[in-house]
């Protein structure tokens, strides 16, 4: 009996990886993405055609260089003291925060929450080449309440559950182009195949990265009358097992659900990892903030409109 139920176990636990349970709202997500990809097809026809005009527009600028001498050095130069940087908040802040679970050499089971290594450097680089930065998920909360200077294209990458595949094969390229993550560990799998051990977390710890917590167990919290050890005292041993602060949590299924937000208020942390699709984070959804989840399936274009597509 006990076998059986553990086998049923696993198995939902494969089909349904961790995200939002509520398939309305990943079907509502991907039809605006749809949408938007529908949308995006015919503005860059036009584009081209508002070009044109503006070379005649050059002659006449050149013909007045001598005119706004004393004027110009006044306004510009003060107001930008780094260029790479642009202040974000206090109050709502836009930019894609990600989400992922595994990034392995090759999806043999077909898995929509494992994307292959060659998919997730395309995806980073693509990142790199367009000027974005990571950040972590405590400079949102920060910027959200009192506004700081962040890199002009922000990007916050997110992995869920701590699997080992992610310090072995996603960590080196992040490593690589510069960038950091945020992963969000189930306490008490750490050490655990397929999880990582101590010693990878305090590599990824030198290494810059930012730790949230995920729960003891994995558990639906929901469904559970005593949220304390999953959020609250799991959090306490974390943080004196590594001595760093592990102030986001991750709802383990990306269920969304007042108690467990509350509970997540009640024991100090600053910020709740959810999924969604907004870009746009405002204090308001501070405890269950908007993730976008990268699945196996996505191509480049996809992609590219999960990272940048507005909402
Ligand atoms: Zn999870």
Redesign the pocket.
């Given at each position: 009996m006990k076998i059986w139920l553990g086998v049923i176990l696993v198995s939902l636990f494969l089909t349904s990886g961790?995200t939002q349970i509520g398939i309305s709202a990943n079907n509502s997500i991907d039809a605006l993405m749809d949408v938007e990809l529908g949308g995006l097809q015919t503005p860059s026809l036009t584009a081209t055609i508002t070009t044109t005009p503006t070379i005649t527009a050059t002659s006449t600028i050149t013909t007045t260089p001598f005119l706004p001498n004393t004027a110009t050095p006044t306004s510009t130069p003060s107001i930008t003291p780094d260029p790479d940087k642009s202040q974000f908040g206090p109050g709502p802040v836009l930019f894609p925060i990600l989400m992922y679970h595994h990034v392995v050499p090759y999806n043999g089971s077909g898995s929509q929450y494992a994307v292959t290594v060659d998919q997730f450097s395309r995806q980073m680089k693509w990142l790199k080449e367009q000027g974005f930065q990571t950040i972590k998920v405590a400079d949102m909360v920060e910027a959200i309440h009192e506004g700081k200077l962040l890199p002009n294209k922000p990007v916050i990458i997110t992995f869920?559950?701590g699997f080992r595949d992610v310090y072995d094969n996603a960590y080196p390229i992040l490593e690589e182009l510069g960038y950091t993550a945020t992963m969000y560990l189930i306490e008490g799998v750490i050490n655990k195949n397929p999880y990582v051990n101590d010693e990878n977390i305090d590599d990824l710890i030198d290494a810059g990265w930012e730790f949230g917590n995920?729960s003891r167990t994995?558990a639906y919290l929901p469904g559970l009358s005593n949220l304390d050890d999953e959020v609250c005292a799991s959090r306490q041993r974390l943080i004196e097992r590594f001595d760093l602060a592990f102030d986001s949590f991750a709802y383990?299924f990306a269920a969304k659900h007042e108690g467990s937000m509350q509970a997540v208020k009640d024991c100090g942390y600053t910020s709740g990892a959810g999924n969604g699709s907004f870009t746009i984070h405002i204090e308001d959804r501070l405890f269950f903030f908007s993730r976008r989840e990268i699945k196996s399936y996505f191509d480049m274009q996809r992609f590219i409109t999960t990272v940048t597509d507005v909402r």
């Open positions: 961790c869920d559950d995920h994995h383990p």
